[in-house]
């Protein structure tokens, strides 16, 4: 399958990497906009210069392509991905579908138009850790997920857009987060409420930390706290979260996996604790391919055989609803009703 890459800056190293990697997708074309990135891109990856254009207009109608990889800043998305499904090409796109609600409709309106696809690399789901959470959940050995906690604690200075944008926490990184407890339950939420500030000595111009309560349609409350300016103690990128079930508890802490099962009830009388069994580690599952190996081997086998992708744009404006219904409490002070559940 041969692919045009838009942007090839920043995280578009990653795709580069992945598809140099990969033995059943290639490169026909890149799309770049600045010219210092051209430079050093083509320097770096040994990319013929004729084969980077300025528009992805210009690479479509110079080279015959089977997809598109889009990896520019969310204000660009909604263009570069109805430029390629106009043209009938299948699209791979970071995350977050979209930077607003209404560009994300309109990609999935075009999706369901033209029937191409159109698929968000939520890559966070196909890392080792989460689907041991997820194998330890669906196993059913700790009963139904009531609660959730979710930690997420970090201070990386990024530069460019996430300094400048609102709320850069929940748009650019809480969409991995909300669309893994959506992924985590299986269900998706009723209603979320939310409180956002800025700390006093952020580096962010939005505000960069957040507590959020979601309540889930399977009944669960999901507590959510994180910050991107954060000065000590880092989470890791996937979080810290604990899942309070009716059987027992399960932890990811430090990307490692913990099980505890209730036993009953210590026998007397007066104030009794509860019985556990031993915290134990869970064993981290195998997969034979991660992260954006993951996602493009599913996208490749979407559009060589139709089979219908987990992350399509169809699915993912649920976890991106969620973003922006976060969004309209920090701005209202009040409990919203789902946009993913009307
Ligand atoms: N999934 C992840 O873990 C993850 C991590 C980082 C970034 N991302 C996502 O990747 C996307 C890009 O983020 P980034 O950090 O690489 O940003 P960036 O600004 O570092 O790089 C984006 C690149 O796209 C280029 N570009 C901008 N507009 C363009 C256009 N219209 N056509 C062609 N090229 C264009 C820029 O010149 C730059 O080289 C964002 O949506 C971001 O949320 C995802």
Known sequence: MKVIQVGIGGMGNAWINTVLQSSDVSFVGFVEVNDAVIQEQAVRYDIDRSRIFKSLAEALRSVRADAVINVTPPQ???EVSLLAMDAGLPVLSEKPLAGTLSDAQAIVNKSNETGVLHMITQNYRYHVPIQTVKQALDSGAVGKVGAVTVEFFKGPHFGGFREEMPYPLIIDMSIHH?????????SDPVSVYGRSWN????WYKGDASASVSLAFANGAVVAYNGSWCSNGKETP???????ECEKGVVTLVNDEVYVQHLLGVEEGTGFRSNR???????????MERQAQAYLLHEFYEAVKTGKKPATTCQDNIKSLGIVFDVVQSFATGEVVQSSVSK
């Open 76 to 78: 660009f998305h909604k």
């Open 178 to 186: 909300f669309d893994l407890i959506r992924f985590f339950l299986g």
């Open 199 to 202: 700390p006093p000595w952020s």
């Open 237 to 243: 990128w996937n979080a810290n979260w604990r899942f």
């Open 276 to 286: 556990y069994d031993d915290l134990t580690l869970i064993p981290p599952v195998v």
